[in-house]
């Protein structure tokens, strides 16, 4: 049997220890069954009457708020940069637990400018220096409140090369030497210096923070930056220069046309058609990427950046959730009313359902929905009336209508939010 190691001893968790009747036990040892023993590595030691050992191993140190990392973009999504925590100033990185290895930044924290993207400022495999700011339920950095905050090395998507600083084009702070890549990222003042920053570094003055893009720039961000960044993608986005590859034209909808560079034009990306919009929240005309829908916010890109920041005032957004209101009420007479009629006898046809519901009102458009195979009725179908208050008037009148003996369910059709698939399925109970 081996005997209990003694004050002095290497220990290791499980080693039985030698304890003195007037010893009491502190860090590293517990009182088992079979006796005191260690429970951590390190040597056994005694002070002031307590038992104890001392570690000789790192304890487990968990990022704190306030700690400045350096990370590896590792993924770019829609609104957040996933970086991979490489080291954390002050701290070994091995002895980091693994729900503390990645973190988020948000848009809106990566630099004093109006970026749809993360993908607009960084690019996977990018290096970035960021600054600890939120821990639950996940850690959450950014890079934007200091000037040592920010990119401090990237590689040239199209070719690898590292990239250098340039202030020679509008909107362009980063450029390949060895290819014709030119972009933007968010830059530290220790960009190309790797950890330690010269004091007189002013190379973050290239972010051109506050600075509103020109319009040529913000044309191509406004289509690009706001589309959702699919990992693969990021890679991928070589700028305006590059033709798009042949293995990412399926997930951004253009036509390959061959390959070259400035001037090729093979594979560039359709620009998306611009609406004329009104912004929801400042009144100001702007353009937009999509057709605007009457009752949903249409912001144009400074109250949009305001909304995404949260800096928005509780007034600016009850301003315009009157003025989508009146929108949504407004279009709601102009486009009629859409309503989904359940409980059809299979053998009914669309001149019965148009003759139940026109003594109501103006019909726009009347679909009895059949199989696309067999051709037969699947017992439900829509019926639009021009105004709304006519469809509204229908429902009531038709309430408890039964055709051919079952009774009809009439309600109004709203697909989003699973409406027509719980309609269906209403139908199909009524037919039980």
């Given at each position: 049997?081996?005997?209990?190691?003694?004050?002095?001893?290497?220990?290791?968790?499980?080693?039985?220890?030698?304890?003195?009747?007037?010893?009491?036990?502190?860090?590293?040892?517990?009182?088992?069954?079979?006796?005191?023993?260690?429970?951590?590595?390190?040597?056994?030691?005694?002070?002031?009457?307590?038992?104890?050992?001392?570690?000789?191993?790192?304890?487990?140190?968990?990022?704190?708020?306030?700690?400045?990392?350096?990370?590896?973009?590792?993924?770019?999504?829609?609104?957040?940069?996933?970086?991979?925590?490489?080291?954390?100033?002050?701290?070994?990185?091995?002895?980091?637990?693994?729900?503390?290895?990645?973190?988020?930044?948000?848009?809106?924290?990566?630099?004093?400018?109006?970026?749809?993207?993360?993908?607009?400022?960084?690019?996977?495999?990018?290096?970035?220096?960021?600054?600890?700011?939120?821990?639950?339920?996940?850690?959450?950095?950014?890079?934007?409140?200091?000037?040592?905050?920010?990119?401090?090395?990237?590689?040239?998507?199209?070719?690898?090369?590292?990239?250098?600083?340039?202030?020679?084009?509008a909107d362009v702070n980063v450029i390949c030497e060895r290819c014709d890549y030119?972009?933007?990222?968010?830059?530290?003042?220790?960009?190309?210096?790797?950890?330690?920053?010269?004091?007189?570094?002013?190379?973050?003055?290239?972010?051109?923070?506050?600075?509103?893009?020109?319009?040529?720039?913000?044309?191509?961000?406004?289509?690009?930056?706001?589309?959702?960044?699919?990992?693969?993608?990021?890679?991928?986005?070589?700028?305006?220069?590059?033709?798009?590859?042949?293995?990412?034209?399926?997930?951004?909808?253009?036509?390959?046309?061959?390959?070259?560079?400035?001037?090729?034009?093979?594979?560039?990306?359709?620009?998306?058609?611009?609406?004329?919009?009104?912004?929801?929240?400042?009144?100001?005309?702007?353009?937009?990427?999509?057709?605007?829908?009457?009752?949903?916010?249409?912001?144009?890109?400074?109250?949009?950046?305001?909304?995404?920041?949260?800096?928005?005032?509780?007034?600016?957004?009850?301003?315009?959730?009157?003025?989508?209101?009146?929108?949504?009420?407004?279009?709601?007479?102009?486009?009629?009313?859409?309503?989904?009629?359940?409980?059809?006898?299979?053998?009914?046809?669309?001149?019965?359902?148009?003759?139940?519901?026109?003594?109501?009102?103006?019909?726009?458009?009347?679909?009895?929905?059949?199989?696309?195979?067999?051709?037969?009725?699947?017992?439900?179908?829509?019926?639009?009336?021009?105004?709304?208050?006519?469809?509204?008037?229908?429902?009531?009148?038709?309430?408890?209508?039964?055709?051919?003996?079952?009774?009809?369910?009439?309600?109004?059709?709203?697909?989003?939010?699973?409406?027509?698939?719980?309609?269906?399925?209403?139908g199909r109970r009524d037919r039980r």
């Amino acid at each position: 049997m081996t005997s209990p190691a003694n004050v002095g001893s290497f220990v290791v968790p499980g080693t039985t220890v030698d304890v003195n009747d007037d010893d009491s036990l502190g860090r590293g040892v517990i009182q088992a069954s079979n006796g005191p023993v260690a429970t951590v590595v390190g040597t056994l030691s005694r002070a002031d009457g307590v038992l104890f050992v001392d570690q000789k191993t790192d304890p487990i140190r968990e990022i704190e708020i306030g700690d400045i990392v350096i990370g590896e973009v590792n993924r770019i999504n829609a609104k957040t940069a996933e970086i991979r925590i490489l080291h954390v100033e002050g701290k070994p990185v091995r002895t980091l637990p693994a729900t503390h290895l990645f973190a988020d930044i948000f848009v809106a924290k990566i630099v004093d400018k109006f970026m749809p993207s993360p993908g607009d400022a960084m690019r996977k495999r990018d290096l970035i220096r960021a600054k600890i700011e939120q821990l639950e339920p996940m850690l959450r950095a950014e890079c934007r409140s200091h000037d040592d905050l920010g990119i401090i090395q990237a590689m040239c998507p199209a070719c690898g090369n590292e990239l250098v600083t340039s202030s020679d084009v509008a909107d362009v702070n980063v450029i390949c030497e060895r290819c014709d890549y030119v972009g933007f990222r968010a830059l530290s003042n220790g960009f190309g210096h790797g950890y330690q920053i010269p004091s007189d570094s002013t190379i973050s003055t290239l972010n051109r923070d506050g600075e509103r893009w020109s319009d040529a720039s913000m044309a191509f961000i406004s289509k690009d930056g706001e589309r959702p960044y699919l990992s693969p993608l990021s890679d991928h986005r070589r700028g305006s220069v590059h033709p798009t590859p042949r293995d990412v034209e399926k997930f951004l909808g253009s036509v390959h046309q061959g390959s070259g560079r400035r001037g090729g034009g093979g594979g560039q990306r359709p620009r998306r058609e611009m609406h004329d919009a009104k912004c929801t929240m400042c009144g100001i005309d702007t353009k937009l990427p999509f057709k605007p829908t009457p009752g949903v916010p249409a912001r144009c890109s400074a109250c949009k950046e305001k909304v995404d920041n949260g800096e928005a005032t509780k007034e600016e957004l009850a301003a315009e959730r009157e003025v989508l209101n009146k929108a949504r009420a407004k279009a709601k007479e102009t486009e009629g009313m859409k309503l989904f009629i359940g409980g059809i006898p299979y053998s009914a046809t669309e001149e019965q359902i148009t003759e139940l519901f026109s003594p109501h009102g103006e019909l726009k458009d009347v679909h009895l929905a059949k199989d696309k195979e067999t051709g037969k009725s699947k017992g439900f179908a829509f019926v639009t009336f021009k105004s709304y208050k006519q469809g509204e008037v229908a429902i009531e009148a038709l309430k408890g209508t039964k055709m051919d003996g079952r009774k009809l369910t009439i309600q109004e059709s709203k697909p989003k939010g699973g409406g027509r698939q719980n309609n269906r399925g209403r139908g199909r109970r009524d037919r039980r």
